[in-house]
Nanobody, 121 residues
Framework: QVQLVESGGGLVQAGGSLRLSCAASGHTFSSYSMGWFRQAPGRERAFVARISPTGSLPLYDDSVKGRFTISRDNAKNTVYLQMNSLKPEDTAVYYC??????????????WGRGTQVTVSS
């Protein structure tokens, strides 16, 4: 059973930074693509970023390019999302996701419960 547990969310002022972490268990972490989605109030879940099993080929939604960085530590079974220059429109629940293999689509098999990020203006 794959389990994903996010942490690191909170309240931050616009222009500030947060780093989200996702601790994974129950699978061979290093063989899974990992990613982050977010859901703002009243909106559908949206892709934020993904990273390949080896840590290469990070991909980002245009709305976060240049501000967010996804990374992973396969020795710690953890994926991170460093968020800089945060804007009020980044306010959302952020979800960690996983799928076996080097996956470039948007249909992930496993989801965490999410962590709230609130950016005040």
């Amino acid at each position: 059973q794959v389990q994903l547990v996010e942490s690191g969310g909170g309240l931050v002022q616009a222009g500030g930074s947060l780093r989200l972490s996702c601790a994974a268990s129950g699978h061979t972490f290093s063989s899974y693509s990992m990613g982050w989605f977010r859901q703002a109030p009243g909106r559908e879940r949206a892709f934020v970023a993904r990273i390949s099993p080896t840590g290469s080929l990070p991909l980002y939604d245009d709305s976060v390019k240049g501000r967010f960085t996804i990374s992973r530590d396969n020795a710690k079974n953890t994926v991170y999302l460093q968020m800089n220059s945060l804007k009020p429109e980044d306010t959302a629940v952020y979800y960690c996701v996983a799928k076996s293999g080097d996956y470039l689509g948007l249909q992930y098999d496993y989801w965490g419960r999410g962590t709230q990020v609130t950016v005040s203006s």
